[in-house]
């Protein structure tokens, strides 16, 4: 099973700043990671997919970068809508995962 | 517009069976991979089981294999999730989710969810 790790857990910031998350996996996913924004009592939303593609109507301060083991998720400057959790997911081997998520609250 | 809606989802007893059910609209239900995805109140998601479009090729999670079972309805535009030997550890509210029309494709559209709570 490919094991995803995010970092940090949690970060706080405040609006206008830049949020960089993390996703680590135990072995290649090639580029084939996405990347999901989770509020309270919501479905998760998707966000990036194969590592550096925007979703449909996602804004362009979120981007996504890296492959093989390491990615990142980077919100250029946080507006007031984007506090929430934020999870990895691959679907390159069976089982497929979510990393744990990452919280954005606000500082 | 993708829509995925869930149902059946209810509070039954441990060791009980429940199913559920998610009607799809607004694409080729019959042209994508589907999935389960579950999570526990307050924790992260959990990839629950996930089935090809022609309904033969399917994939479970350890934690439900043999209790659980995915299937799907191409001429109804929907899918299922049999469960049965429900734990307490089941409880959670389960997403029906879309994967991408691609290699590898990973989800993009999620219903809003169905709680199923296992308790005596």
């Known amino acids: ?9 949690t970060l706080s910031l405040s609006p206008g700043e830049r949020a ?5 996996a135990s072995q290649s996913v090639s580029i ?3 990347w999901y924004q989770q509020k309270p009592g919501q479905a998760p939303r998707l966000l990036i997919y194969d590592a550096s593609n925007r979703a449909t109507g996602i804004p362009a301060r979120f981007s996504g970068s890296g492959s093989g083991t390491d990615f990142t998720l980077t919100i250029s400057s ?7 959790v934020y999870y990895c997911h691959q679907r390159y081997n069976w089982p497929v995962t979510f990393g744990p998520g990452t919280t954005v609250d606000i500082k | 517009e993708v829509r995925l809606v869930e149902s059946g989802g209810a509070l039954v007893q441990p060791g009980g069976s429940l199913r559920l059910s998610c009607a799809a609209s607004g694409f080729t239900f019959s042209g994508y991979w589907m999935t389960w995805v579950r999570q526990t109140p307050g924790k992260g998601l959990e990839w629950v089981a996930g089935i090809a479009q022609n309904g033969v090729d399917q994939h479970y999670a350890d934690s439900v294999k043999g209790r659980f079972s995915i299937s799907r309805d191409n001429a109804k535009n929907s899918l299922y999730l049999q469960m049965e030997s ?3 550890e089941d409880t959670a509210v389960f997403y029906c989710a879309r994967e991408m029309l691609r290699a590898y494709g990973q989800i993009d559209y999620w219903g809003q969810g169905a709680l199923v709570s ?3």
Not at chain 1, 1 to 9: H, K, M, W, Y
Not at chain 1, 78 to 84: G, Q, S, T
């Open chain 1, 32 to 34: 084939y990671l996405a």
């Open chain 1, 20 to 24: 960089t998350l993390s996703c680590r």
């Open chain 2, 86 to 88: 429900l734990r307490a």
């Open chain 2, 118 to 120: 296992v308790s005596s």
């Open chain 1, 78 to 84: 946080l507006e007031p809508e984007d506090f929430a």
């Open chain 1, 1 to 9: 099973e490919i094991v995803l790790t995010q970092s940090p857990a």
